[in-house]
């Protein structure tokens, strides 16, 4: 069974620093992985997604992601925090098999103070 | 092209009425979900449809939901009975079943019991 776990319920930067959000998969097959991003009181929307072409992914807003097999880890970071980038994140798994369900993480709220 | 409906936005039910929400998927979409997301939390999976095949309803919490789908077209979520810890943002998502099967998610709707 596939699973998604985000390390960190929590984060908090100060503008201008850099991001890492933490996300570990379990896969039996080569997966495909995505970070959504929510802002407050908005709707879902993809930042970037990952599948099986180059294991450097760039996403919107200067967020990438680096997938790594033998660390089973799909991390997003982005050079330098802006006040516009606090929300809630959620990486998220595709199911292997016939019905393509997404498995979701729990999500991690970025807080980023000036 | 028009992206993923949802009706109503909000509704506020008094505890023990049914509720009906519903979505309209992007055209061509095979699959849809529905997830629930209480207040300051991740998303829940309830329920997912692709083309014909059984739905998956292994995320649905009691025998009070229950959800339907016409072909790939729109799909209504009911809840009958409603408790108020039913209270919660009910989001549908649609997507392609070629690609990555990235979802794109409606704008939800606020059900609040009272």
């Known amino acids: 069974a596939q699973s998604v776990t985000q390390l960190d319920s929590h984060v908090s930067v100060s503008e201008g620093t850099p991001v890492l959000l933490r996300c570990n998969y379990s896969?039996?097959?080569?997966?495909?992985l995505f970070w959504y991003v929510q802002h407050p009181n908005k709707g879902l929307q993809l930042l970037l997604k990952y599948t099986s072409a180059a294991t450097l992914v760039k996403g919107i807003n200067g967020f990438e992601a680096e997938f790594k097999k033998s660390e089973t880890s799909f991390h997003l970071t982005k050079p330098s925090a802006h006040m516009s980038d606090a929300a809630e994140y959620f990486c998220v798994v595709r199911n292997a098999g016939n019905n393509r369900k997404l498995i979701w993480g729990l999500g991690t709220s970025l807080a980023v103070n000036p | 092209g028009a992206g993923v409906s949802q009706s109503p936005s909000n509704k506020v039910t008094e505890k023990g009425k049914d509720v009906e929400l519903r979505c309209d998927p992007i055209s061509g979409h095979t699959a849809l979900y529905w997830y629930r997301q209480r207040l300051g939390q991740g998303l829940e999976f309830l329920i997912y449809f692709q083309g014909n095949s059984a739905p998956d309803k292994s995320g649905l919490p009691s025998d009070r939901f229950s959800a339907e789908r016409t072909g790939e077209s729109v799909s209504t979520l009911t809840i009958q009975r409603t408790q108020q810890e039913d209270s919660a943002v009910y989001l549908c998502?649609?997507?392609?079943?070629?690609?990555?099967?990235?979802?794109?998610f409606g704008p939800g709707t606020r059900l609040t019991v009272t």
């Open positions: 998502a649609s997507s392609r079943r070629d690609g990555a099967y990235e979802q794109y």
């Open positions: 896969s039996s097959y080569s997966p495909s």
